[in-house]
């Protein structure tokens, strides 16, 4: 199973970066896929989630408006566009999959992380 994340870097505020996941080694379209991101010292956070089709997505607060998930299945490819960047997204970006199976294992994959800095 990997979960390849790619697309952080250096940006300014008021900048774009649009984050990609490339998954392998499972069933992606049965998943659940998320970005998460995590602050020096803090917990990781969710930051958007996506359904396994695509038909449903969720943010947090802090994203709402400026964040968009997408998926694109046939490409195994989870998607996090992130536009008007603030300092305050400065973070490490971690894509995850998720997936309870009908017997109630769980089965939860992360990548590797991307890290993305916002700052002038």
Do not use: H
Not at 34 to 60: C, H, K, M, N
Not at 102 to 119: E, F, K, L, M, N
């Amino acid at each position: 199973v990997q979960l390849v994340e790619s697309g952080g870097g250096l940006v300014q505020p008021g900048g774009s970066l649009r984050l990609s996941c490339a998954a392998s080694g499972f069933t992606f379209s049965s998943y659940t896929m998320s970005w998460y991101r995590q602050f020096p010292g803090r917990e990781r956070e969710l930051v958007a989630g996506i359904t396994s089709a695509g038909g449903s997505t969720d943010y947090a607060d802090s994203v709402k408006g400026r964040f968009t998930i997408s998926r694109d299945n046939a490409k195994k490819t989870v998607y996090l566009q992130m536009n008007s960047l603030k300092p305050e997204d400065t973070a490490v970006y971690y894509c995850n999959a998720d997936l309870i199976e009908v017997d109630a294992t769980r089965r939860r994959y992360w990548g590797q992380g991307t890290p993305v800095s916002v700052s002038s």
